[in-house]
């Protein structure tokens, strides 16, 4: 049997399965996997840019508060949209119900090369700045570090080598400890005499849409909790207060940890740091609190990275599956049981998006600059959807209603039109280079369009 035929069995076999997944998830499932997700080594890297964007301690606490206020109005129209509309696909399967399947596409693209590799490329770079912290090997020690990780990650998957669940836990449950150890020693053991004078001179709104853009990059992930909505227990309206609660949770740590950094350094030395959490540790209990911190830190990336290169791959097949220009992404190798081409060509675009660190002032802001523009474009789309499914399906039962609409939704569209402008007008190379890409995916998309006109031709003249 040709691998080819070996596929086309294995999809049929899949498609054979019962739909719908088992409802297995409770309350504080749901609230685990939210904070889980969301709460990452993105906030031992993210505060520095803020601090960078912050014209003082006011506007950095603020921008913070906001970023919680605006995810939690996001969380409620997702809320609308998860109970009316249950299903593993999340912002993919609303995008189609609304717009159709064209759009849908690209969203799948952008998921491809942008989104999903941009984030793999952004755990790379954290792993990258706080394993140079523990042992530097040059001037482009994090890039290196970086480009090393993916390289490795990816060889282990395509292998068919994967963490084992208990190590995952643990490895969360370090990362978790080390946000407690900085946290403590940032308010109770700070040595604050030593501290920067000085804001960071950030002024303009140029500033603040930017920072807005990264505490909302901070707070990235919790829409994920769309693809558990089919999966609750009680129903995907208990997936409300999954979001409600687990958000609200998510602000306090991030205000508390910060308060922390703050505390501990100051915003001018938070600005110019590229491993705060070492920082705040150095400055509390020496280069040995430092070390262990980085050794947390640079361990927790890695572990989130690999969950997102396996995550990812699966996107990938699964888009193989379903658009015929990407069918060669739908190859699985039965063996390793993997699928190898969505590994390889996932980790060829996650190193490319690490060399753009090589030629800019910094890679991890350029990744930010690169995949902001399109995720909040995407996550405009979703929230345009609530509008756009009610008009087109005014019958379909709506479990939960967003409050106060139609302003709710109004304020979270106009918010991510507001910080999709500011991360296309004030950002650099990274945001241009992010656009081109989704703007290449045209091509692909006339292909695809080709092939299955093609496809759909009938070969016989139609019946009289």
């Known amino acids: 049997m040709t691998e080819d035929s070996k596929a086309k069995a294995f999809a049929e076999a899949v498609d054979s399965l019962p739909i719908e997944p088992k409802k297995k998830l409770g ?10 997700i969301v ?15 912050s014209a003082d301690e006011t506007v950095f606490f603020s921008v913070w508060i906001a970023g919680g206020v605006i995810s939690l109005i996001g969380a409620l ?8 509309f249950p299903n593993t696909g999340g912002d993919y399967h609303f995008i189609s119900k609304a717009y159709g399947k064209d759009p849908a596409f690209f969203f799948a693209w952008a998921r491809i090369a942008i989104i999903q590799t941009g984030s793999i490329a952004l755990l790379a770079f954290i792993f990258g700045d706080y394993a140079s912290q523990v042992f530097n090997i040059g001037t482009y020690s994090s890039i290196a570090y970086a480009a090393l990780a993916i390289i490795l990650l990816t060889l282990i998957n395509v292998l068919g080598v994967q963490f084992g669940s208990g190590t995952q ?13 900085v946290t403590v020693a940032g308010l109770f053991y700070a040595d604050t005499s030593t501290q920067a004078q000085g804001v960071s001179g950030a002024t303009t709104e140029n500033s603040i849409g930017m920072a807005m853009v990264v505490v909302l990059l901070t707070f990235g992930g919790w829409n994920e909790a769309a693809y558990l909505s089919s999966e609750m227990k009680a129903g995907s309206k208990q997936m409300v207060w999954a979001l409600i609660i687990g958000i609200i949770a998510i602000t306090i740590i991030y205000l508390l940890i910060n308060v922390a950094y703050v505390n501990s350094l100051g915003l ?20 040995r ?24 791959a699966r996107t990938n097949y699964a888009v193989g599956r379903d658009f015929k220009a990407f069918s060669w992404l739908g190859n699985w190798n039965y063996q390793n049981s993997t699928p190898v081409n969505a590994f390889l060509i996932q980790g060829i675009i996650s190193l490319a998006l690490v060399s753009l660190g090589f030629f800019t002032r910094d890679g991890f802001e350029t990744i930010v600059e690169y ?10 789309l979703v929230g345009l959807s609530v509008f756009v499914l009610r008009r087109k399906e005014p019958g379909r039962e709506r479990p939960f209603k967003v409050p106060l609409y139609p302003l709710t939704p109004l304020i979270f569209c106009l918010t991510s039109a507001y910080l999709l402008y500011s991360s296309i007008v004030y950002t650099g190379l990274g945001a241009l280079v992010g656009l081109a890409v989704l703007l290449a995916g045209l091509p692909v998309y006339y292909l695809f369009l080709k092939q299955r006109e093609s496809k759909e031709k009938p070969n016989h003249l139609p019946d009289k």
């Open 371 to 380: 995949t902001a523009p399109v995720f909040w474009f995407f996550f405009l």
């Open 268 to 287: 001018a030395a938070m600005a110019k740091s590229e491993a705060v959490g070492t920082e705040v540790m150095r400055g509390s209990f020496g280069n």
């Open 169 to 181: 836990k643990l490895l969360t449950s370090l990362e978790v400890a080390g946000l407690l150890l």
């Open 39 to 53: 709460i990452g080594a993105g906030i031992f890297r993210t505060p520095s840019l803020v601090a960078a964007n």
């Open 27 to 36: 309350l504080t499932d749901a609230i685990a996997l939210i904070i889980g």
């Open 289 to 312: 609190g430092a070390l262990l911190l980085g050794v947390l830190v640079a361990v927790s990336a890695l572990t989130s990275a690999n969950a997102t290169i396996f995550t990812g």
């Open 77 to 84: 129209c997702y809320a609308e949209l998860t109970t009316a």
